[in-house]
């Protein structure tokens, strides 16, 4: 099926320190989402991204997380600054349209130390 | 409360059986879709097979297919003829038409498949 790839596989940091977390989406995709799974829980959405906007984020995208997607580029989760309980694998998805079939990448676990 | 509610957290089969892997849900929209994915040991979530809350068909995709009871609002996934490689954690999602583009995930089941 249709490729999100996410770079990198694993970053680890201190805390206080800034991350960005790299995916790069299916290629005709429009709308792009990170979601965050803590160890042994469910996937929770953070936040969507359409048209070079934020369109809904939910209560665990804090104001220290910021998204983008300069000129289509990769779409980027900016953590600024970290702190422990950032540590999780997240997953970036995309789909082509609203209430598409969302492609999810192989996430990203980040350790904050 | 939960939207997405996938009561087995494990599962177990030896290889060539038939599984069929519970998820229920909630919901107050006329449309929604329910999804199943599949978490592999390298990380990647695999998307395997939606269900589209209008739709009367049985949705099949190779060795999966679906029971979908509306009424009960439940979705069952139906994985035939197991293979080792079919171990992994299963995933039931559910994405309503509301005002909100969100995928609400249940919490999985991990199955192990004996050779």
């Known amino acids: 099926g249709p490729k999100v790839l996410q770079i990198p596989s694993h970053q680890i940091i201190d805390m206080g320190q800034m991350v960005t977390l790299n995916c790069d989406p299916v290629?005709?995709?429009?709308?792009f989402y990170w979601y965050k799974q803590i160890l042994g829980q469910q996937m929770e959405f953070l936040v969507n991204?359409?048209?070079?906007?934020?369109?809904?984020k939910s209560k665990l995208f804090k104001d220290q997380f910021s998204v983008e997607r300069p000129d289509g580029s990769y779409f980027t989760l900016k953590i600024q600054p970290t702190a422990l309980e950032d540590s999780a694998v997240y997953f970036c998805?995309?789909?082509?349209?609203?209430?598409?079939?969302?492609?999810f990448g192989a996430g990203t676990r980040l350790s904050v130390l | 409360a939960e939207k997405v509610i996938q009561v087995w957290s494990t599962a177990s089969r030896q290889e060539g059986e038939e599984l069929t892997l519970d998820c229920s849900y909630e919901?107050?929209?006329?449309?929604?879709?329910l999804f199943w994915y599949k978490h592999l040991l390298s990380g990647e979530m695999v998307f395997l097979i939606r269900?589209?809350?209008?739709?009367?068909a049985k949705e099949r995709s190779g060795r999966y297919s679906v029971v979908f009871q509306k009424s009960l609002k439940s979705i069952s996934l139906i994985i035939s003829a197991l293979q080792p490689d079919d171990s992994g954690k299963y995933f039931c999602?559910?994405?309503?038409?509301?005002?909100?583009?969100?995928?609400?995930f249940g919490s999985g089941t991990k199955l192990t498949v004996e050779p």
């Open positions: 991204f359409y048209n070079g906007k934020v369109m809904e």
């Open positions: 269900q589209t809350s209008s739709s009367t």
């Open positions: 999602a559910l994405w309503e038409r509301s005002n909100y583009n969100v995928l609400y």
């Open positions: 919901t107050s929209q006329v449309l929604y879709h």
């Open positions: 290629s005709n995709h429009l709308y």
């Open positions: 998805a995309s789909s082509f349209d609203w209430g598409n079939t969302l492609y």
